[in-house]
């Protein structure tokens, strides 16, 4: 079929027929079976969690600390200084703990498959497994699209748990907030909807980072020069595509009243 050309200007197709082709062995390997092996799933699950824990720690800790910090600022000038659980409890679960998370994740799970990918691109393994009859996505995208939809959400309770723990640091050690009462706060002022959106947003910035690593490097040049390319590119439209759908959800979430 013919697509007329001033689509092809307006919309890239190599990305959009790279989606179309995952989401198609998505919907193959749930009817007929996943052809990866077990044991790249299990070592992409790893990238994706266990080994992403020390920085996701240190960086939500560290935002949960900053965001009580600029809180008490204006904050305690009113006298008011107790709502700053407040405000550290919905920035972190509805923005901070997802957007930091996979910007985090971005720059060190995405990047390290977009660098894999375009090495074995360059070292032609991608064209001797599809000699062998093994396509690419399913075999090398696909478990790394899995394994960051499912342990980004996993990801996303965590760095909520600590960036509430920076908040609280901050909050009762520096602020001179009593403790339960700071626990209080926080308690009342999370909602089920604030933590849903949230959980909704990491997994779509999963999708988003195992996509973007996976396409720049499967389609890097098949030299040195195109291994970090591919990484530097997978990082930046990685970030960008976070931001702008956290743009979009923000305007849906104000939309729906959430």
Same mark, same amino acid.
């Given at each position: 079929?013919?697509?007329?050309?001033? !689509?092809?200007?307006?919309?890239?197709?190599?990305?959009?027929?790279?989606?179309?082709?995952? !989401?198609?062995?998505?919907? /193959?390997? +749930?009817?007929?079976?996943?052809?990866?092996?077990?044991?790249?799933?299990?070592? /992409?699950?790893?990238?994706?969690?266990?080994?992403?824990?020390?920085?996701?720690?240190?960086? @939500? &800790?560290?935002?949960? $600390?900053?965001?009580?910090?600029? %809180?008490?600022?204006?904050?305690?000038?009113?006298?008011?200084?107790?709502?700053?659980?407040? +405000?550290?409890?919905?920035?972190?679960?509805?923005?901070?703990?997802?957007?930091?998370?996979?910007?985090?994740?971005?720059?060190?799970?995405?990047?390290?498959?977009?660098?894999?990918? /375009?090495?074995?691109?360059? @070292?032609?393994?991608?064209?001797? !497994?599809?000699?062998?009859? !093994?396509?690419?996505?399913?075999?090398?995208?696909?478990?790394?699209?899995?394994?960051?939809?499912?342990?980004?959400?996993?990801?996303?309770?965590?760095?909520?748990?600590?960036?509430?723990? %920076?908040?609280?640091?901050?909050?009762?050690?520096?602020?001179?907030?009593?403790?339960?009462?700071?626990?209080?706060?926080?308690?009342?002022?999370?909602?089920?909807?604030?933590? $849903?959106? %949230?959980?909704?947003?990491?997994?779509?910035?999963?999708?988003?980072?195992?996509?973007?690593?996976?396409?720049?490097?499967?389609?890097? $040049?098949?030299?040195? $020069?195109? &291994?970090?390319?591919?990484?530097?590119?997978?990082? &930046?439209?990685?970030?960008?595509?976070?931001?702008?759908?956290?743009? &979009?959800?923000?305007?849906?979430? @104000?939309?729906?009243?959430?």
């Amino acid at each position: 079929m013919r697509v007329h050309p001033l !689509l092809t200007a307006v919309i890239p197709m190599r990305p959009v027929a790279f989606l179309g082709h995952v !989401l198609l062995a998505a919907a /193959a390997g +749930l009817s007929r079976g996943w052809r990866f092996r077990t044991k790249d799933l299990g070592r /992409a699950t790893a990238d994706a969690s266990a080994r992403a824990l020390p920085i996701v720690t240190i960086v @939500n &800790v560290l935002v949960g $600390a900053i965001l009580a910090f600029v %809180g008490a600022v204006q904050l305690v000038k009113f006298g008011a200084g107790i709502f700053v659980a407040d +405000l550290v409890g919905i920035a972190v679960a509805r923005e901070m703990a997802a957007v930091i998370t996979a910007v985090v994740m971005a720059g060190r799970t995405g990047a390290a498959f977009a660098a894999e990918l /375009a090495t074995m691109q360059a @070292n032609e393994e991608i064209d001797a !497994l599809e000699v062998l009859g !093994l396509h690419a996505v399913d075999f090398l995208v696909l478990p790394r699209m899995i394994a960051l939809i499912l342990m980004m959400p996993l990801l996303y309770v965590y760095a909520c748990t600590t960036g509430l723990l %920076g908040g609280f640091l901050v909050g009762a050690g520096m602020l001179d907030l009593a403790p339960a009462a700071y626990f209080e706060r926080t308690v009342r002022a999370l909602d089920w909807e604030h933590l $849903a959106l %949230g959980f909704s947003k990491s997994i779509t910035f999963g999708a988003l980072v195992g996509l973007t690593g996976c396409y720049y490097g499967l389609h890097a $040049a098949r030299h040195a $020069a195109g &291994v970090g390319a591919a990484t530097t590119q997978s990082v &930046v439209v990685a970030i960008v595509g976070i931001i702008a759908v956290d743009a &979009v959800f923000a305007v849906c979430a @104000n939309a729906l009243g959430v």
